[in-house]
């Protein structure tokens, strides 16, 4: 049982490459989420996934897209990746689905450590 | 803006003492929950505790939720070398399908 698992662990960028960060889960979950991890800010939510088929915006959604390829897997995409970007990306998951999906404990990935110069 | 905040923002202290964290959060919740971090590593949950509820124990874990003052606080007895890490409060919106992180606590045990 893997739980939440991130590739790649480690990417470095240049302004204006794209890149694609995978997620894929094998606890039958419901929820996918991504954030990123900035000093001093906590995690912000990018863009969640409440259920297979579905995505929503996040507080901070400029700039990436996502795809929730089935129920396992979900990836985020910069299309253009910018300075701002550079972050610690984290996938997590939950039971949880649809409204109440809050009331549920999220597992996390490892993280992406992503540099974009 | 984020939903909870935590503090100390940092806590150093010495193995075998109790460390307490406080969380407040703006609007009205569902649950409280608490997660830890190792530097480097991703978030692991520890423990939630329900609007319901007004105490949670877990092991060397103590939480505590006052929903009249908005706050919630963590305390770990008996700490270890091995508790270093930064502790997050996270909660929902009422109704959210998502959580709301603070910006941590960071705790130094020192053995």
């Known amino acids: 049982n893997a739980g939440v698992t991130q590739t790649p662990k480690f990417q470095v960028l240049k302004t204006g490459q794209s890149m694609t960060l995978q997620c894929a889960q094998d606890?039958?979950?419901?929820?996918m989420y991504w954030y990123r991890q900035d000093p001093g800010m906590g995690l912000r939510l990018i863009y969640y996934?409440?259920?297979?088929?579905?995505?929503d915006k996040g507080e901070v959604p400029n700039g990436y897209n996502v795809s929730r390829l089935n129920k396992r897997e979900f990836s985020l995409r910069l299309e253009s990746a910018a300075p701002s970007q550079t972050s610690v990306y984290f996938c997590?998951?939950?039971?949880?689905?649809?409204?109440?999906?809050?009331?549920?404990?999220?597992?996390f990935g490892p993280g992406t450590r992503l540099t974009v110069t | 803006s984020q939903q909870g905040e935590e503090d100390p923002q940092a806590l150093s202290i010495q193995e075998g003492e109790n460390a307490t964290m406080n969380c407040s959060y703006k609007?009205?919740?569902?649950?409280l929950q608490w997660y830890r971090q190792n530097s480097g590593r991703g978030l692991v949950h520890l423990i939630l505790?329900?609007?319901?509820?007004r105490e949670k124990h877990s092991g060397r874990l103590r939480v505590t939720l006052d929903t009249s003052k908005k706050s919630s606080s963590l305390l770990i007895t008996a700490s270890r070398a091995a508790d270093t890490a930064s502790y997050f409060c996270?909660?929902?919106?009422?109704?959210?399908?998502?959580?709301?992180f603070g910006t941590g606590t960071r705790l130094t045990v020192i053995p």
């Open positions: 997590a998951s939950s039971a949880g689905t649809g409204t109440w999906s809050g009331d549920y404990e999220q597992y």
């Open positions: 606890m039958n979950h419901n929820s």
């Open positions: 996934s409440a259920s297979e088929g579905t995505t």
């Open positions: 609007t009205s919740i569902n649950n």
């Open positions: 505790i329900r609007s319901n509820e």
């Open positions: 996270a909660s929902p919106k009422t109704g959210a399908n998502n959580l709301f």
